[in-house]
């Protein structure tokens, strides 16, 4: 499974951004797809999933805020971030799981919120 993650880039506070992640390969496999990111000095942290059900799980700090979701026919990922806070700066990486339990890793995106 490959990832190519894009769509970061530079907003001020209170504006919005959509994260893509396009999936190529075995991705009949994937269970799980994911949203992690990563602050300067800060460690490795879980965003959102989705699961083949369709189910999502978000972190407590963006829910309400976030939303993830995919394209079955487009095999990409999307994060869409509204009401983006300073905080939520860091390097977004996406993420899938199949169904042997192997981990595939996108390369990062930079998000950086203004105040």
């Known amino acids: 499974v490959q990832l190519q993650a894009s769509g970061g880039g530079l907003v001020q506070a209170g504006g919005s951004l959509r994260l893509s992640c396009a999936a190529s390969?075995?991705?009949?496999?994937?269970?799980?797809l994911g949203w992690y990111r990563q602050a300067p000095g800060k460690q490795h942290e879980f965003v959102a999933i989705i699961r083949s059900s369709g189910r999502t799980t978000y972190r407590d700090s963006v829910e309400g805020r976030f939303t993830i979701s995919r394209d079955n026919a487009k095999n990409t990922l999307y994060l869409q971030m509204n009401s983006l806070k300073p905080e939520d700066t860091a390097v977004y990486s996406c993420n899938a799981v199949d169904r042997d339990g192997d981990y595939y890793w996108g390369q990062g995106t930079q998000v950086t919120v203004s105040s």
């Open positions: 390969g075995s991705i009949f496999s994937i269970i799980t």
